[in-house]
């Protein structure tokens, strides 16, 4: 098998309309945005963890704090998220894109290992792999916040030339599975079932109460170690305390279908 270079790419800022700040926000702490890179950071499949934020002003704080923790990052534009995931890419030499968002604080390595020895395997076969059912929410078998896209380079450079709305700008790989089905092979993949989470667990932060829940399912978990937490832990939370779906249930999750 080839030797792939594998970068995840993590979009990340401080402007949320719902939560503002959110991947500063802290737990015991540690920042939402450092526990996930803590979480990436012990994936075997990846080479390269880079935060994409942007040039606003408003994110100032975030990039002194990605200064300080030596984390890789890129600045780029605030609205147009396809172009800053772009240059991104193509400011460090990859062939494979792990596509994340830094409101997934709880996303699972092992699932992410999973896909991306998967895209390896059928690199000629596929353009893009996704395991959210390319995200119709009817559709979709997993927890928001789980949700992970992997991508080709070179298939990239593609969207980039040929996407024009301003949905696409906005959703970076939203060309591919929308308008690009006859121009691009691409895969919902089907997870093990010890890599899938029940699909009304609520595990984004996007709001004061998801924010509440994922500290909660932290402290619960795994107090000092949180890059450790499985989804065996969440599910087991859950288990002893179901009634914790509730704090957050009322939240309704943007479409962009």
């Given at each position: 098998m080839k030797n792939y270079?594998?970068?995840a790419i993590i979009e990340a800022r401080m402007g949320s309309t719902r939560l503002k700040g959110?991947?500063?926000k802290k737990i015991n702490g540690k920042e939402l945005i450092k526990i996930l890179v803590?979480?990436?950071k012990t994936c075997k499949e990846l080479?390269?963890?880079i935060i994409a934020t942007s040039k606003k002003k408003s994110n100032y704080k975030l990039v002194s704090f990605l200064k300080k923790n030596k984390f890789k990052y890129f600045l780029g534009s605030e609205d147009n998220v396809l172009l800053r995931v772009y240059k991104t890419m193509k400011r460090n030499k990859s062939d494979i894109i792990v596509r994340l968002t830094g409101d997934n604080p709880l996303i699972d390595p092992s699932s992410i290992d999973y896909m991306v020895k998967y895209f390896k395997k059928n690199y000629e076969k596929y353009d893009y792999v996704t395991n959210n059912n390319f995200g119709n929410i009817l559709k979709r078998n997993i927890a928001f916040g789980l949700d992970i896209s992997l991508f080709k380079s070179k298939s990239f450079e593609k969207v980039f030339l040929l996407a024009k709305k301003k949905e696409h700008f906005e959703h970076p790989t939203l060309y591919f599975y929308r308008e690009g089905k006859k121009i691009f092979k691409i895969k919902n993949i089907k997870l093990p079932?010890?890599?899938?989470l029940n699909k009304k667990f609520r595990l984004t932060v996007d709001t004061k109460e998801d924010f509440i829940l994922i500290k909660k399912i932290v402290n619960y978990c795994n107090k000092y170690k949180m890059n450790s937490i499985s989804l065996n832990d969440i599910?087991?939370?859950f288990k002893k305390h179901p009634k914790a779906i509730d704090i957050n249930k009322h939240v309704k999750q943007k479409t962009i279908n």
């Open positions: 270079i594998v970068s959110k991947v500063l803590s979480r990436l080479d390269n963890i079932k010890n890599m899938i599910e087991l939370f």
